[in-house]
């Protein structure tokens, strides 16, 4: 609807407007655009509660070559399951560029965050999975756990899952939700396990110590680390960033302070330079997988980038 010139869209109207959409395809455009220097995004702000345990991200930023700036919040409490919540929530707030004068506001609940964030996970398996996939790994049991699953089928179809949660109730109820929507589903005891049944693996958790080793992992491996987006998590051992043939990010200057490549790196921009950044890859600057042998790790923080992408592509749409 339309009131003093600001657009307003709740949840029901942005569904309906994804329905026209390619968020695969937004998402590579947006890592493209970053890459080629086109994207003004500055550092993210966080939020980090204690009780409830939950934070909160604030992503913000400009296309050069548009006409708004987008200011994104988006939150995830741990523990909102329990209550018959979701754990993620937020809204953005879509600014005319020229004027600073409000235009839009989006109040997602989080939506578009989760999906352009599976989409990201998709980009990376484009690029850097192998080609035949006879299960997908999964460490998680949310939203993501989800939505990087199915947003994958397009690049890499495989309805076999076999994951992993620490919580065992969890993990169970993820399998029989996956299961009603024709995956087969097989919850394994450990990250370990999941790594020497799969080659496609999925970590998307809020783990503050690593699951994944460098001893786990096989010939072939591709990796798609998405939980680490804050200094305070890792899902992967350092071993694994040192060692993988190739280790790509959304930001290489994002990434020093947070999750793997923080922790693997310590912040040091020199080391940083090994790490190739996705937006490289898909122009054609950087290569993605060669060998069937490589092991390769994606690892997103998510940037305003694909934020702005999917605001835009939302309000263009009729």
Same mark, same amino acid.
């Not at 990796?223 to 790509?248: M, R």
């Not at 923080?301 to 999917?310: E, K």
């Given at each position: 609807?339309?009131?003093?010139?600001?657009?307003?869209?709740?949840?029901?109207?942005?569904?309906?407007?994804?329905?026209?959409?390619?968020?695969?395809?937004?998402?590579?455009?947006?890592?493209?655009?970053?890459?080629?220097?086109?994207?003004?995004?500055?550092?993210?702000?966080?939020?980090?509660?204690?009780?409830?345990?939950?934070?909160?991200?604030?992503?913000?930023?400009?296309? !050069?070559?548009?006409?708004?700036?987008?200011?994104?919040?988006?939150?995830?409490?741990?523990?909102?399951?329990?209550?018959?919540?979701?754990?993620?929530?937020?809204?953005?707030?879509?600014?005319?560029?020229?004027?600073?004068?409000? =235009?839009?506001?989006?109040?997602?609940?989080? @939506?578009?965050?989760?999906?352009?964030?599976?989409?990201?996970?998709?980009?990376?398996?484009?690029?850097? =999975?192998?080609?035949?996939?006879?299960?997908?790994?999964?460490?998680?049991?949310?939203?993501?756990?989800?939505?990087?699953?199915?947003?994958?089928?397009?690049?890499?179809?495989?309805?076999? /899952?076999?994951?992993?949660?620490?919580?065992?109730?969890? *993990?169970?109820?993820?399998?029989?939700?996956?299961?009603?929507?024709?995956?087969?589903?097989?919850?394994?005891?450990?990250?370990?396990?999941?790594?020497?049944?799969? @080659?496609?693996? /999925?970590?998307?958790?809020?783990?503050?110590?690593?699951?994944?080793?460098?001893?786990?992992?096989?010939?072939?491996?591709?990796?798609?680390?998405?939980?680490?987006?804050? *200094?305070?998590?890792?899902?992967?051992?350092? +071993?694994?960033?040192?060692?993988?043939?190739?280790?790509?990010?959304?930001?290489?200057?994002?990434?020093?302070?947070?999750?793997?490549?923080?922790? =693997?790196?310590?912040?040091?921009?020199?080391?940083?330079?090994?790490?190739?950044?996705?937006?490289?890859?898909?122009?054609?600057?950087?290569?993605?997988?060669?060998? =069937?042998?490589?092991?390769?790790?994606? !690892?997103?923080?998510?940037?305003? +980038?694909?934020?702005?992408?999917? *605001?835009? *592509?939302?309000?263009?749409?009729?």
């Amino acid at each position: 609807m339309q009131l003093s010139s600001i657009t307003f869209l709740d949840l029901p109207q942005i569904e309906e407007r994804l329905k026209g959409l390619d968020p695969i395809g937004l998402m590579e455009e947006a890592f493209a655009a970053f890459s080629r220097g086109e994207a003004v995004v500055p550092m993210p702000g966080e939020l980090l509660l204690q009780d409830p345990p939950g934070e909160v991200h604030i992503k913000y930023g400009y296309l !050069t070559s548009g006409d708004t700036y987008v200011i994104k919040i988006a939150s995830g409490f741990w523990n909102n399951p329990a209550r018959g919540l979701s754990s993620s929530d937020g809204l953005l707030l879509v600014f005319r560029k020229d004027t600073g004068e409000l =235009a839009a506001v989006l109040n997602d609940r989080g @939506r578009l965050t989760d999906l352009r964030t599976a989409a990201a996970g998709a980009v990376a398996a484009k690029h850097l =999975a192998p080609e035949k996939i006879e299960a997908i790994g999964v460490l998680g049991c949310g939203i993501q756990a989800e939505l990087q699953v199915r947003l994958l089928q397009s690049v890499r179809p495989c309805r076999t /899952i076999v994951v992993w949660g620490r919580n065992s109730e969890r *993990a169970s109820a993820y399998a029989r939700r996956m299961r009603e929507n024709d995956f087969s589903v097989e919850v394994a005891s450990s990250p370990a396990e999941v790594a020497s049944r799969c @080659r496609l693996i /999925i970590t998307a958790t809020a783990s503050p110590s690593p699951l994944l080793r460098w001893s786990d992992l096989h010939p072939g491996t591709h990796i798609t680390a998405i939980g680490a987006d804050s *200094a305070d998590k890792q899902e992967l051992d350092e +071993a694994i960033i040192h060692n993988a043939d190739i280790v790509v990010t959304d930001s290489r200057g994002q990434a020093l302070s947070r999750g793997e490549l923080g922790r =693997a790196y310590g912040g040091d921009p020199a080391a940083m330079k090994a790490v190739v950044e996705i937006g490289e890859i898909i122009m054609g600057k950087a290569t993605g997988r060669e060998r =069937a042998d490589q092991i390769t790790v994606s !690892t997103f923080s998510g940037l305003a +980038a694909q934020d702005i992408a999917i *605001a835009s *592509a939302v309000l263009k749409q009729p």
